[in-house]
Structure formats: structure tokens, C-alpha cells
């Protein structure tokens, strides 16, 4: 087991072989985001990524996964360039998870609202467990959405119910969230982390270049037409066949 960051960071990395997790870490604050807390996840991704996993698990200590942005802290002066920064970091986040070349999984349990909310659907995959509650409750203190969700909500659930869950704000529990695409698997209560990790654990055993490049294929056809999507594809398919994976994996998958 490796910590490469500080424990008293607001989002720690440790590597258990393959497999990495990043927890965030203001319990006594349900995880609120703050600027801290976001450059310590960049950090915390920048380790996973020169730690080599092959898959990260994303969660929260405490009674909550990540209650969206801090309400609390003190309000910060009026400078569009600074306010301007300070948002743009935060879209680094969306951006570094889905740039990682090993697959994220979200690992949620109570409140995944607002920025939290975000951080989960950034991730490749999601699991939830019955108590976890998702949302965007930014509009309703008069604040934006971040983390790409204006596109990438809209793709997954489709701009009808995209908007109700934005405008309106309304909480929405793992079930509902599996129903609409958002969530990968719901659990018992508690057992968030064993299933991320179980599913870490398997993708981590995949070929990691095809993975990787898969994971790759399928962010990018979220940003492009479909004739871009078949190019893609065609390099894709040509690196995997000459990456030596490919013969590796069917001998494997035979026996």
C-alpha cells in the first residue's frame, strides 16, 4: 500500500497494486468543495496517474460522498479574473478524470449534490449506494453548473430531463439514477466501495492499452460527429493490433 500524499490532505491517494483510491477528506463539511479541496484532488489525480493504477476508485469519508460546493466559506472579492480562474479549476477536474488512461469509478454514499453531483458524473462508471442522494441544486442559491454537465447531463439523460433536474433541482436517489443512465450499480447500504472495488479490480485485469483507448473512443464520441467516431475507431483498432494485447487477450479469453 502507498500514501504519496500528505494525510492531511482533503483528497488522499494510497495504490494497493493496481488498483488506486482517492478520498476526499472534509468529513466535518460533507466533503464541501472548496479551493483546497480541488487543487488536492488535482494533485491526488496527478499521483494515481504517476503511480501507474490501473483503475481509481473515487469516494468520501464520512457520512457523505461530497455535498457540493462550500456555502460557508468566506465570500471572496469581487475580481472577475480570479472568479474566472477559480471556476475554470474546477472544470480541470471533469478534465482530468476523463484525460486519466485507466478508468474512474465513483463510489457514492449520501450526498453526491452540486459539485459532488459532478465530480461522480465525471467518472467513468458509478456506484451507489441506497442511501445516496445526487442533484443540482446550484440554480436554486443562484449559483451555475460546472464540470461539463450542461453537455454531458444532456447526452446521458437527454435535454427534457436534463433541464428539469438543473432548473428544478431536485434530489434523486441511486435507483432513479440507475434508471436514468447515471448510475452504474446500486448497493446495500455500506457497500459502495467493495462493489467499486470489485469492479476496479476486474477492469484492472483488462489489456490496459485496448482499455485505455476505449475509454478514449468513448469520451471522444461525445465531442465529435459519428463520421469523426468511425476515424477514431479505424486508429484505434490499428494500434490495438499492433500493441501485442490483442493475441495476449484472446489467448486468455480461449482457455
Given at each position: 500500500m502507498s500514501s504519496p500524499q500528505p494525510r492531511n490532505s482533503t483528497a488522499e491517494f494510497t495504490a494497493d497494486g493496481a488498483i488506486g483510491t482517492i478520498r476526499l477528506n472534509r468529513p466535518e463539511r460533507l466533503n464541501a468543495v472548496d479551493p483546497a479541496l480541488v487543487e488536492d484532488l488535482l494533485a491526488a489525480l496527478a499521483a494515481a496517474r504517476a503511480a501507474d493504477v490501473r483503475a481509481l476508485v473515487l469516494t468520501g469519508n464520512g457520512p457523505a460522498f461530497c455535498a457540493g460546493h462550500d456555502l460557508k466559506q468566506e465570500p471572496q472579492p469581487h475580481d472577475p479574473a480570479a472568479a474566472r480562474a477559480r471556476i475554470d479549476r474546477i472544470q480541470d477536474v471533469t478534465r482530468a478524470l476523463r484525460a486519466a488512461p485507466f478508468p474512474v469509478i465513483a463510489a457514492v454514499h449520501g450526498y453526491a449534490l452540486g459539485a459532488g453531483c459532478e465530480f461522480a458524473l465525471g467518472c467513468d462508471l458509478v456506484v451507489?449506494?441506497?442511501?445516496?442522494?445526487?442533484?443540482?441544486?446550484?440554480?436554486s442559491v443562484g449559483l451555475s453548473v460546472t464540470g461539463g454537465i450542461s453537455r454531458l447531463l444532456t447526452l446521458t439523460v437527454g435535454p427534457i430531463k436534463a433541464k428539469e433536474l438543473v432548473l428544478l433541482g431536485a434530489r434523486f436517489g441511486a435507483a432513479e439514477g440507475a434508471t436514468l443512465g447515471l448510475v452504474t450499480r446500486v448497493t446495500a447500504p455500506g457497500e459502495h466501495e467493495s462493489t467499486a472495488r470489485a469492479l476496479a479490480t476486474e477492469l484492472a485485469g483488462r489489456p490496459p492499452f485496448a482499455?485505455?483507448?476505449?475509454?478514449e473512443l468513448l469520451d471522444a464520441g461525445l465531442d465529435g460527429t459519428l463520421e469523426d467516431a468511425f476515424d477514431r475507431e479505424v486508429g484505434a483498432a490499428l494500434r490495438t493490433e499492433h500493441s501485442g494485447e490483442d493475441a495476449a487477450a484472446r489467448a486468455g479469453f480461449a482457455r
Open positions: 451507489a449506494d441506497e442511501t445516496a442522494q445526487f442533484g443540482f441544486p446550484e440554480v482499455l485505455a483507448l476505449a475509454k
